[in-house]
Nanobody
Framework: QVQLVESGGGLVQAGGSLKLSCAAS????????MGWYRQAPGKQRELVAV???????NYVDSAKGRFTISRGSAKNTVNLQINSLKYEDTAVYYC??????????WGQGTQVTVST
């Protein structure tokens, strides 16, 4: 069974940094894309950043400049570096991976809480 496991969330002061990591287990095959969504309290889940198998990267506008998505050193791993954290970055961050329509996988989520 393929699973995505996130790590790296936590409580951080505004202005600080965090690095989230996600690793897929149970498969040796690459995904078409991996990335991160987040869901703040009372809000819909939104895409933060995605990286394709050919290393094309896209960010939501609110993530440009402070968020950096990258591949990990191991296959099927993806990282999200978040700098200059703001209170509004507080959310549960979910890793996702896909091989195409109808094949999306999700992690369990990792909480990021930014204190002012």
């Amino acid at each position: 069974q393929v699973q995505l496991v996130e790590s790296g969330g936590g409580l951080v002061q505004a202005g600080g940094s965090l690095k989230l990591s996600c690793a897929a287990s149970g498969t040796i095959f690459s995904f078409n894309a991996m990335g991160w969504y987040r869901q703040a309290p009372g809000k819909q889940r939104e895409l933060v950043a995605v990286i394709s198998r050919s290393d094309i990267i896209n960010y939501v506008d609110s993530a440009k400049g402070r968020f950096t998505i990258s591949r990990g050193s191991a296959k099927n791993t993806v990282n999200l570096q978040i700098n200059s954290l703001k209170y509004e970055d507080t959310a549960v961050y979910y890793c996702f991976a896909t091989r195409g329509p109808g094949s999306d996988l999700w992690g369990q989520g990792t909480q990021v809480t930014v204190s002012t």
